[in-house]
């Protein structure tokens, strides 16, 4: 999905929400910065396979979605952290229903798997 469809006013809600999450770390992200602020380094220890170029690409797109907050403090080495704003403290929100329903998905193939 293009990033495109997220700003365009002709599509359905659900199609511009997931154009704003699309992609593989967007979500995981959303649910690290649930628990408060992160440092980079922090996120890139957590996600193992994410390289410091996605994220930062990633992040970069998540605070231009107005998701994320990205605060560097003046001390010496740069410290920066990232937050969610309101805006992405709401689809954390609604995004908690879909995932309730992702694991009651995967409970479901893990009891066709043992049942077979």
Known sequence: MTRSRAQDPNVCGATAAIAVIDGKWKTVLLWLLES??????????????????????TLRE???DGLVHRE???????????????????????????????HRRLE????ARTAS
């Open 72 to 102: 560097v403090h003046d001390v010496r080495p740069l410290k920066t952290e990232y937050s969610l704003t309101p805006f992405g403290h709401d689809l954390s929100v609604a995004l908690a229903p879909l995932s309730d329903w992702g």
């Open 62 to 64: 998540m605070e231009a």
């Open 36 to 57: 408060g602020p992160r440092r980079p380094g922090e996120l890139l220890r957590r996600l193992p396979g994410l390289t410091e170029k996605v994220l930062t690409h």
């Open 108 to 111: 479901r193939l893990t009891e």
